[in-house]
């Protein structure tokens, strides 16, 4: 079985392939990174113009980059929310277009659902169940994971995601959109001097709350000289007290189902210092953690194609009706 994924929930256009036997075996990425940076966030007009442009293009790359032609491909997945309305509607018609046209099921595959899966694309997967903490631009939650669709929410940020108070602070210090790895690596030249709050960790429970940090870092700014060493130093305390915040739960939430393998995803898991924080506690609690290489860490159409292989192995079929959510629950 070939799946064809295609991811263009937010400002990026990915298009994979997966194969049962071969695995990953076309990968093509667009970035709108550029195109939205003048404006400070994703413009989501021009999301969905870009898209346009690109979805069709890529496939023809994916497909070249495989060796296959279009009746070699058995399903169609795509992302089908929750993400931004426009964007979603160019990846899902083009997808249950062509899936129509070459006669095979199409799929609608829940964004988070495709992080959640990304690092079992590597060669060292994780097995169910495991506790996955996915941090994203627009999601920063605790789910447990039992299986391909067994999902049970622990937590969750009540206000701001993780990416997204990275990319607001990371405004604040004069850092381009999207700042968070940018912010990152300010903070590598930053010292002990300033300390951040840690939202919600003296209270049990192991929902999140970001956007207080946001507010510190705008203070801590106010009050101090401009000068590159604070900026960095700012960057590190911000930057420590997300990933120390993110840490703590991640205990909370292993001690309280007893599980041993943590996953991370999501954009803000391409970082450095909550990989290593991360890496640490589970060599304390004796586990194990899992993570999608870089490239699979923010949006691509691997885990979109790789959720809907998995689905669709499994027979799951959907009609022919377009139906996207930009809001939607796992
Ligand atoms: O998963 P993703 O590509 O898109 C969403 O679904 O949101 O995540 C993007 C987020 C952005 O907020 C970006 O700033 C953040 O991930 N990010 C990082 C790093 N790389 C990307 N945050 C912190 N450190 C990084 N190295
Ligand atoms: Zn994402």
């Known amino acids: 079985m070939r799946i064809l994924g295609i991811e263009t929930s937010c400002d990026e256009t990915g298009v994979a392939i997966y194969d049962e036997q071969q695995g990953l075996v076309a990968n093509q990425l667009y970035s709108q990174i550029a195109l939205h940076a003048d404006y400070g966030g994703v413009v989501p007009e021009l999301a969905s113009r870009d898209h346009i442009r690109k979805t069709a293009p890529l496939i023809q790359a994916a497909l070249q980059e495989a060796g296959l032609r279009p009746e070699d491909i058995d399903g169609v997945a795509y992302t089908a929310g929750p993400g931004l309305i426009g964007a979603l509607l160019v990846g899902s018609t083009i997808a ?9 099921p199409a799929l609608g595959v ?3 659902e495709g992080h959640l899966l990304a690092p079992m694309l590597e060669d060292n997967p994780p097995d169910f169940p495991f506790i996955a903490l996915l941090v994203s ?3 920063t939650q605790l789910v447990q994971v039992d299986g391909v669709g067994q999902y049970q929410l622990l937590g969750e940020s009540i206000d701001d995601a ?3 108070a990275f990319d607001k602070t990371a405004k604040l210090l004069g850092l381009d959109y999207p700042g968070g790895a940018a912010l990152a690596k300010l903070a590598q030249n930053g010292k002990v001097r300033f300390k951040f709050p840690r939202p919600m960790t003296d209270r049990p429970g192991l929902d999140f709350s970001f956007s207080g940090l946001k507010t ?6 106010a009050n ?5 060493q604070t900026r960095a130093d700012i960057a590190f305390a911000f930057q420590e007290a997300v990933v120390d915040t993110l840490m703590i739960k991640c205990r909370r939430a292993l001690q309280q189902t007893g599980l041993k393998r943590l996953v991370i995803a999501g954009g803000v898991s391409a970082n450095t210092a909550l990989r290593h924080g991360l890496a640490e506690l589970m060599q304390q609690l004796n586990g194990e953690v899992f993570y999608p290489e870089p490239q699979f860490c923010t949006d691509n159409g691997a885990m979109i194609a790789y959720a809907g292989f998995l689905r669709l192995k499994h027979g799951q079929r959907q009609d022919l009706a377009i139906e996207v959510r930009p809001r939607w629950n796992m």
């Open 162 to 164: 993780a990416g997204e």
């Open 137 to 139: 631009g627009g999601h």
């Open 96 to 104: 249950r277009s062509l899936a129509y046209a070459w006669s095979v």
């Open 224 to 228: 101090n000289p401009n000068d590159e």
């Open 110 to 112: 829940h964004h988070m």
């Open 216 to 221: 510190f870092a705008a203070n801590t700014i």
